[in-house]
């Protein structure tokens, strides 16, 4: 079993609509990060969560909502969405204090705003 | 506010030969990472460099690490091409990492 995973792998939804992407990693890691990759800007953070408390929201509009119920699962929550949304969008965990650690990267949901 | 530069953000070479991908970063840093992502893939880690002087090696790639310039390379030695993909660099600060735009880079034969 891969260490991070995300679902759905694709993603269509039209602007009005809300649903929900998931990942879950399985490394034992404290913190969990949101990343959005576009062909404009190739890799943004979006949210941080270490220890399962938010610490970190670089801007992101409101129609983006992170949820982290526990240490292993993060949830992006997404609702009225714009077609510059189109994305895909990555989920990483780490394990903060240990400073030769990378972050380990899931396989992305490609997100499509028709 | 940090910013991580990567150049050249292409890189098109041929088998065999050696090539030097460059990342600069605008204030103190932590550690710096290299990341490696392949087309419709998730991302890799490749290096961690903790340290100034730091140079670290895996097969044709190398990577090294000037704290003072806030310079990071990583040399491809040889290129082959399954060494074509994207590499990011990674720059930690406050705990936050902050990635280049990636260097795309083609092996031809």
């Known amino acids: 079993e891969t260490g991070v995973t995300q679902t759905p792998r694709h993603l269509v939804m039209g602007m009005t609509n809300k649903k929900s992407l998931k990942c879950e990693q399985h490394?034992?890691?404290?913190?969990m990060y949101w990343y959005k990759q576009s062909a404009k800007k190739p890799l943004e953070l979006m949210f941080v969560?270490?220890?399962?408390?938010?610490?970190e929201n670089n801007s992101v509009p409101s129609r983006f909502s992170p949820e982290c119920p526990n240490s292993s699962h993060l949830f992006l929550h997404l609702h009225t969405l714009q077609p510059e949304d189109s994305a895909l969008y990555l989920c990483a965990s780490s394990q903060r204090g240990h400073s030769n650690q990378p972050q380990h990267f899931g396989d992305g949901t490609r997100l499509s705003i028709l | 506010e940090l910013k991580v530069e990567q150049n050249p953000l292409f890189l098109s070479m041929q088998e065999g030969k050696n090539y030097t991908i460059y990342c600069n970063y605008s204030?103190?840093?932590?550690?710096l990472y290299w990341y490696r992502q392949d087309p419709g893939k998730s991302l890799e880690s490749l290096f961690v460099?903790?340290?100034?002087?730091a140079v670290k090696q895996e097969g044709r790639l190398m990577a090294s690490l000037d704290t003072k310039a806030r310079l990071s390379t990583l040399h491809i030695t040889a290129a082959v091409h399954d060494l074509s993909a994207t590499y990011f660099c990674?720059?930690?600060?406050?705990?936050?990492?902050?990635f280049g735009d990636g260097t795309t880079l083609t092996v031809k034969p």
């Open positions: 969560y270490n220890f399962k408390e938010q610490t």
């Open positions: 204030t103190t840093s932590d550690r």
């Open positions: 490394l034992g890691h404290n913190a």
């Open positions: 460099l903790l340290s100034n002087g």
């Open positions: 990674a720059v930690d600060n406050a705990g936050k990492s902050t």
